[in-house]
T-cell receptor, first 118, second 111 residues
């Protein structure tokens, strides 16, 4: 149980292109989803927290207009990197947290998307 | 902001040996997660510790939480090549909404 699917797993595109990454919780409802970015040999850096039906909360230093997040349903969140440039190249990982009324639930992670901007 | 320091940063052990990874927080720990990441892939949830003194085990992996020391340790017994990867500790705020992750420990297990 608690499977999170992230798609695509690898994207290579030209500078200026917008790229959409999908994150789906396959067997549970996720009221909260998180988007992380990971640079080579570094830990995960939280970019934003998205709650279903409301605007995402971005971490300090993350450009809202550059990284558009939509969480339209309890099983799907999308991250769109708009007008991507080489410096946006990175490994992006999403996670989803199952709704719970009392006990804390762990975040379950997708397999990540490797984005390379030429 | 909370910071998590992991030690060691990297570790190479011979198959069958035991090992311990530590995670130390700069602030009070309300709970802690341990994850494993294979190179270039997502994170696999290992364990969640919520109470001081709590200890959990899964197969050959045991994790403990010492709230007073603001520290958690992950111990692997009789390591196997399948244990290789990057181990990350993560700590949440009181609502466990956002997680801050540690610096990571890269583990290699040699046959």
């Amino acid at each position: 149980g608690a499977v999170v699917s992230q798609h695509p797993s690898w994207v290579i595109c030209k500078s200026g292109t917008s790229v959409k990454i999908e994150c789906r919780s396959l067997d549970f409802q996720a009221t909260t989803m998180f988007w992380y970015r990971q640079f080579p040999k570094q830990s995960l850096m939280l970019m934003a927290t998205s709650n279903e039906g409301s605007k995402a909360t971005y971490e300090q230093g993350v450009e809202k207009d550059k990284f558009l997040i939509n969480h339209a349903s309890l099983t799907l969140s999308t991250l769109t990197v708009t007008s991507a440039h080489p410096e946006d190249s990175s490994f992006y990982i999403c996670s989803a947290r199952e709704y719970s009324t009392g006990t804390d639930q762990p975040q379950h992670f997708g397999d990540g998307t490797r984005l390379s901007i030429l | 902001s909370q910071e998590l320091e992991q030690s060691p940063q990297s570790l190479i052990v011979q198959e069958g040996k035991n090992l311990t990874i530590n995670c130390t927080s700069s602030k009070t720990l309300y709970g802690l997660y341990w994850y494993k990441q294979k190179y270039g892939e997502g994170l696999i949830f290992l364990m969640m510790l919520q109470k001081g003194g709590e200890e959990k085990s899964h197969e050959k992996i045991t994790a403990k939480l010492d709230e007073k020391k603001q520290q958690s340790s992950l111990h692997i017994t009789a390591s196997q090549p399948s244990h290789a990867g990057i181990y990350l500790c993560g700590a949440g705020n009181t609502g466990f909404q956002k997680l801050v992750f540690g610096t990571g420990t890269r583990l290699l297990v040699s046959p």
